[in-house]
């Protein structure tokens, strides 16, 4: 038996399965909007109001497809995610006062993001229009299924009132940031304005009243009306299905695969693409699901932040990653860091490895963008970029405007060199978790030894004996050109190491492979046998005496800041003391050392750790969303590690 609109706007009844939010805000929309995001990897549509908007919404409501990009800002142009015209507008009318749907106009609004079901859904009641009582709800989705989908139901349930009432589905913005190169009632194609890249969508609607379609009037490309008398336990469904597809090169038509991809989800319907598009989310929690016992709130929480990651990525498409707010929202211009391989990839390489290994393609081809930009900093190897986009090429802004209205200068695509030992550590791990012996042969390993030859050729040996990696910036990004930091220096080390170590192996397993790759990209005996004395010689911070790894050189001399009497502060630590002091005491702003002990335990022994966790953790602001996690975990494996020591 076919299930109804009504049905299928139901969501789940457990509370630690949803997100409610009862009202609404204008002021603080831009952040709700984000945490109630659709996506699905390829799609990502945030959890904006759709039916009778403000005419200044302070948030725009924005649809995002990954990889989307293009080139932004004569001043400083920078690759940049292009917001794609939002396919959710709807605008609902009564005659018999004349008046529109807004805000004022609505007694009672309730959103829920379901994350069983991978859906938005919102409810509203229209009540304060003498003699007229509608409830209206809204399910929206991009499809995990068939992620090139995105469905809009509603239904309408009259329970008073005999007027005329008129519904207008349009698009919104279909000119901001694009060229349109077609534009047809129920197709467009556009193109970026300089990266080659073109977006095509495809779209249909339905109005049906009592289960009867009725017939629209086309007001121009993309905007439809339907009108019908209302009456007292009348039933309205409106849906509409959408087709979104992206091509990279100029030759692709992706007019034709949006069309194909619309009619294959029109002729299962709405029940056909909700009913795949449930089943894919039930598999993944299948594979993910986390049970927790004695606190509802922790797990709802859980959910939530998987919900989001199940979301954001896409094994599909190699050619894309997942940006720092994925595809929630503009923050970071859509760009991928370090947080990717670090904080998202072991969950992806333990529960959904088709996703981790398609993040690290990603890598594999970006790694020409990071080899140009070795060289043009005068090194060799692979020195991936602190912000990707597309190419691999650096798109972190050079220049930005402080909470002071001043200009600052931004040094991270410069100094924050940890990136390239972050995505070897993703890569190895990878493989140590999977097995996957075809990535490793054909692609990892020419990751592993490019940011090998990378290091080998950044630490410079000075007299002491040691090789030094100076002018950097490490994950505390409050400090700037520092010398040997001991996150960058110990990962280099390892990344050194495991370069050696796949280079053996590829040696002994898989010869053939190992004398192509060898010779494409000029490695030989001598070369290899320099990285050994890098790694062995590497300056890593460690005093032996009491077991601390020193942050930076000179970290130990800085000014002690109590941060603990800034416990009730709402900005963070750097805007309270100003950059230039933050930069001369030992204020963190996110977990430096504390991240290499969670990364690399085996550095570490029982009494070093506690040691290290001790003295860093009070001197931590938290000054990025990164860090609270990273502590937790080194606070778990310090404790766990004293209690086996003393058990």
Same mark, same amino acid.
């Given at each position: ?13 457990? =509370? ?9 805000? @204008?002021?603080?929309?831009? !952040? ?12 990502? *549509?945030?959890?904006?109001? /759709? ?13 995002? +497809? ?30 018999? $006062?004349?008046?529109?749907?807004? *805000? ?24 304060? &229009? ?25 239904? &309408? ?10 519904? +207008?589905? !349009? ?34 609607? /339905? ?72 089943? !894919? ?33 896409? =094994? ?13 929202? @503009? ?33 594999? $081809? ?20 602190? #912000? ?26 410069? %100094? ?17 978790? /999977? ?54 220096? *110990? ?28 010779? #494409? ?8 046998? $320099? ?18 790894? #020193? ?19 709402? +900005?963070?630590?750097?805007? *309270? &003391? ?11 702003? %996110? ?9 690399? @335990?085996? #550095? ?13 953790? =009070? ?29």
């Amino acid at each position: 038996m076919q299930r109804t609109a009504q049905q299928a706007l139901e969501p789940t009844a457990d =509370p630690a399965w949803v997100l409610g939010q009862h009202g609404s805000d @204008p002021l603080r929309d831009s !952040s709700r909007e984000s945490r109630f995001a659709v996506s699905n990897g390829f799609l990502g *549509v945030r959890g904006g109001r /759709t039916i009778n908007r403000l005419p200044h919404t302070p948030v725009a409501p924005r649809t995002y +497809v990954a990889g989307l990009f293009d080139v932004f800002g004569p001043d400083q142009p920078i690759s940049a995610l292009v917001r794609a015209p939002d396919w959710l507008k709807l605008d609902i009318s009564f005659s018999a $006062r004349d008046s529109t749907i807004t *805000v004022d106009d609505v007694s009672f609004h309730h959103r829920t993001l379901d994350f069983r079901r991978g859906a938005l859904l919102t409810e509203s009641r229209i009540t304060r &229009l003498p003699g007229l009582a509608v409830r209206l709800r809204v399910l929206r989705l991009v499809s995990l299924h068939c992620r090139a989908l995105g469905l809009q139901l509603v239904q &309408l349930d009259v329970n008073a009132g005999a007027v005329e009432a008129t519904l +207008v589905a !349009s698009f919104e913005g279909v000119e901001f940031g694009l060229v349109a190169e077609q534009l047809e009632q129920g197709l467009g194609v556009w193109r970026t304005n300089s990266s080659g890249k073109r977006l095509a969508m495809a779209v249909a609607a /339905t109005l049906w009243v009592d289960g009867r379609a009725v017939a629209p009037k086309a007001l121009g490309p993309f905007k439809w009306a339907w009108t019908w008398a209302t009456s007292p336990g009348q039933a309205v469904c409106f849906e509409r299905m959408v087709a979104i597809t992206r091509a990279d090169a100029p030759a692709e038509n992706p007019g034709h695969a949006a069309q194909g991809q619309l009619g294959s989800a029109t002729a299962v319907g709405w029940r056909g693409v909700l009913d795949e598009h449930e089943a !894919s989310w039930a598999a993944r929690w299948q594979a993910c699901d986390v049970l927790i016992e004695g606190d509802p709130a922790a797990q709802q929480a859980l959910r939530f932040a998987l919900y989001h990651l199940n979301g954001a990525a896409n =094994p599909g498409d190699e050619r894309v990653s997942i940006a720092a707010r994925a595809l929630t929202g @503009p923050d970071y211009h859509g760009h991928v860091f370090w947080d990717t391989e670090i904080f998202l990839l072991p969950l992806y390489t333990l529960t959904w490895p088709e996703a981790a290994r398609a993040l690290l393609i990603y890598r594999f $081809r970006t790694l020409d963008g990071a080899r140009s930009k070795a060289k043009r900093m005068g090194w060799r190897g692979a020195m991936y970029a602190w #912000e990707s986009a597309s190419t691999g090429a650096e798109t972190c802004p050079e220049h930005a405007i402080g909470p002071d209205r001043r200009i600052v200068d931004i040094l991270c695509g410069t %100094q924050e060199l940890h990136i390239s030992a972050d995505v070897a550590y993703a890569v190895w791990h990878y493989w140590q978790a /999977t097995g996957d012996e075809a990535f490793l042969r054909e692609a990892g390993a020419e990751i592993l030894l490019e940011t090998a030859r990378f290091w080998s050729s950044r630490a410079q040996p000075e007299a002491d004996g040691r090789h030094h990696i100076r002018g950097v910036i490490g994950p505390d990004e409050y400090h700037e050109t520092i010398d040997d930091n001991a996150f960058t220096n *110990v990962m280099a080390r390892w990344n050194i190491r495991r370069g050696l170590a796949v280079a053996a192996l590829l040696r002994q397993r898989w010869p053939e492979r190992w004398a192509t790759l060898s010779r #494409e990209i000029g490695l030989d005996e001598a070369e290899m046998g $320099r990285w050994a004395s890098v790694a062995s010689t590497m300056a890593d911070g460690l005093d032996p005496q009491t077991g601390l790894f #020193e942050q930076f050189a000179g970290f130990f001399k800085l000014e002690t800041i109590d941060l603990a009497s800034y416990a009730g502060r709402s +900005v963070p630590m750097d805007v *309270v &003391l100003g950059r230039e002091r933050t930069q001369t005491a030992q204020v963190i702003k %996110q977990a430096d050392v504390v991240a290499l002990m969670v990364l690399l @335990p085996e #550095e570490f022994g029982e009494a070093t750790a506690a040691k290290n966790f001790g003295y860093y953790e =009070p001197r931590c602001s938290h000054g990025s969303s990164l860090s609270a996690a990273l502590h937790g975990v080194a606070a778990v494996a310090t404790a766990a590690k004293l209690s086996h020591s003393t058990g």
